[in-house]
């Protein structure tokens, strides 16, 4: 029995129940077919009629089918097994069916499986059929350019790609595209750069494809490549922002940052457009390389040329941020809160210039409206601590419990923060049990390190030795806890041959690190070394004017008799940081 193919299609349509592909496939196989001389006699006036800029697409050839129960079992049959993973038997069924009906379709529909499957043999015979039937479509002629160059074949992937780029439909920069893609995928950087070389040779004067071969070699890896082909597009077409930007971008692989900002610097001052796209990458340029002041004067320049861009203005409210201007940077961060733009980062920036305010309240509202996004985790953990600022407590300990985590680093963090809130309520002991709890599931050297400290604050030194001793034994290389029981066992015991070495151990692994230095410093004046305690203690200050290294600066100075010097640290530390303890207690102590 047979029956008409569309009638077929109609009724599978109103079923609905069957794999969607089918409906594209089976409409294919309606058209009545021409006869090759018409073929070809079309082919020759399409030919005569194209343009180089687009080639018009012409429908294949495609025969009149009548769908027999035969033909209908084979395609379901090949459906259904695909669509349970049964690819090997799916494929031998195309096949037959593409060998059978000589459908374009079909074969497509053959072609794109045996790829899928990796049965090469079966693609380029699905592929080649394909192109015979389907001369224009440039699809066939990818797969087969692909298997070409896996197999090695520079000539024959030559004359595939040739075909995609003079003979196919669709337009050359598409193509072009297309054709970048489909080598920058291919892993074979030899083989591609012969490819490359070749199709470069009979295009030395288009910019589009020189531009699009620059990508290629870029995705390959070969930078040197890529730019030369980028200057030679470059002079063919020096307006295209396109082809700028891509030479910045092969510049910075390069790592020549410098040469990248200062070429991109060049092009905006000579073409005196007040180009906005590359001025503001330009910009941005400038603020990765941590150019903050010239970034700031260009996006000053940027915000004047285009007042409601909501990317400049968010990018000045953090380059204000940075440089310390806040006024500034909150009042653009108020303007784009009034315009849903990028509103969990601005909320959270808000809460951030609300805080530095010490407008606690007002922090807490703006870490509210932090919901998602890379600062949610911390926006909701200084939320807790918003509330337990406002004194409510119980309120900050549940919010911190209901925050959202993503690792176990974030975990040990909500931990620190619920602790820090009790410690700072002088509630010690209950922050000592909240991480001993934490500790039973097991080792983790941030959590024993807090509860050093908090040993410490307990004047528990066993607590803090043990728990150091711990990290030292898991963690030799670990400076900071080294660092942190010499410190100790300097400061609060006589032990202090035993601390000069745990000193010692940190500075070997961090020999800058100011901490240490200061360490080294204070373990050196217990010893009475003075001179070269001040010797290190003013290393340690050269490094961040730290108001502690200050205290411990200014009281070896007052001890070996400098006083003068001294009283000129500790003002210069207290104009920097009146409110901090240890600088405080010093002053109080020796009564300048």
């Not at 196989?29 to 012409?58: F, G, H, M, R």
């Not at 953990?381 to 549940?398: C, H, K, N, S």
């Not at 985590?405 to 209950?430: G, H, K, P, R, T």
Request: a negative charge; glycine letters at 4%.
């Amino acid at each position: 029995m047979s029956i008409n193919l569309k009638h077929f299609l109609n009724n599978l349509k109103i079923i609905g129940k069957i794999s969607p592909f089918i409906f594209l496939l089976l409409s294919a196989c309606t058209t009545v077919p021409a006869n090759q001389s018409d073929l070809q006699t079309a082919d020759s006036a399409e030919q005569e009629t194209q343009n180089k800029a687009k080639i018009v697409k012409v429908e294949p050839v495609r025969p009149k089918i009548k769908l027999t129960q035969e033909l209908l079992y084979k395609i379901l049959e090949a459906e259904f097994a695909g669509q349970r993973g049964h690819v090997e038997q799916s494929l031998e069924n195309y096949l037959e069916l593409a060998r059978q009906t000589r459908d374009p379709e079909i074969i497509q529909r053959a072609t794109r499986i045996a790829v899928f499957a990796r049965e090469t043999e079966a693609a380029k015979e699905m592929a080649g059929m394909w192109a015979e039937l389907d001369p224009r479509n440039p699809d066939p002629h990818q797969v087969l350019a692909v298997m070409a160059l896996r197999e090695g074949d520079v000539s024959a992937s030559l004359e595939y790609l040739e075909n995609i780029l003079d003979y196919t439909y669709g337009d050359v920069e598409q193509k072009l595209l297309m054709v970048a893609n489909l080598l920058g995928r291919e892993g074979q950087r030899e083989i591609i750069l012969d490819v490359v070389d070749e199709l470069v040779q009979t295009r030395q004067e288009s910019p589009e494809a020189l531009f699009a071969f620059s990508r290629v070699a870029s995705i390959i890896g070969e930078y040197e490549y890529a730019l030369e082909l980028l200057e030679r597009t470059y002079e063919l077409k020096p307006d295209d922002d396109s082809v700028v930007l891509g030479y910045v971008f092969v510049l910075q692989r390069l790592n020549r940052n410098e040469d990248a900002l200062s070429w991109l610097e060049g092009v905006i001052k000579k073409r005196r457009d007040n180009n906005f796209n590359l001025r503001l990458s330009y910009a941005r340029m400038l603020s990765e390389s941590r150019l903050y002041d010239e970034s700031l004067k260009q996006f000053e320049t940027l915000i004047d040329q285009a007042p409601n861009n909501n990317d400049v203005m968010f990018a000045l409210a953090l380059l204000y941020l940075q440089s310390g201007d806040i006024d500034a940077s909150e009042e653009y961060f108020l303007k784009l809160s009034t315009k849903s733009h990028r509103t969990n980062d601005v909320n959270y920036y808000l809460g951030r210039i609300s805080e530095d305010h010490e407008d606690y309240k007002k922090a807490a509202i703006w870490y509210q409206g932090v919901q998602a996004g890379q600062n949610y985790f911390d926006a909701q953990v200084r939320l807790g601590l918003m509330l337990a600022r406002q004194g409510r407590i119980e309120d900050a300990r549940m919010h911190l419990g209901s925050i959202r985590i993503q690792n176990e680093s974030e975990s040990v963090i909500l931990i620190q923060a619920e602790a820090e809130i009790l410690v700072n309520q002088e509630d010690l002991e209950e922050a000592m049990r909240i991480y001993d709890r934490a500790l039973e599931n097991g080792y983790n050297s941030d959590l024993l390190y807090s509860r050093a400290m908090l040993g410490e604050k307990l004047d528990r030194l066993d607590i803090l030795e043990a728990d150091l001793r711990t990290i030292i034994k898991r963690e030799p290389e670990n400076a900071m806890a080294l660092n942190a029981l010499g410190y100790t066992l300097a400061d609060k015991t006589d032990r202090y041959t035993e601390a000069l070495e745990l000193i010692d151990a940190a500075l070997e692994i961090n020999p800058h690190d100011h901490y240490i230095l200061d360490s080294k410093g204070w373990i050196l004046y217990r010893l009475g070394r003075l001179d070269d305690a001040i010797l290190y203690l003013k290393r340690a200050l050269d490094i961040i004017p730290d108001a502690e290294i200050a205290a411990h600066l200014g009281e070896v100075l007052w001890i070996k008799g400098d006083k003068r010097e001294a009283i000129k640290i500790w003002e210069a530390a207290l104009e920097a940081t009146p409110d901090n303890d240890t600088l405080q207690d010093v002053i109080q102590r020796f009564n300048p």
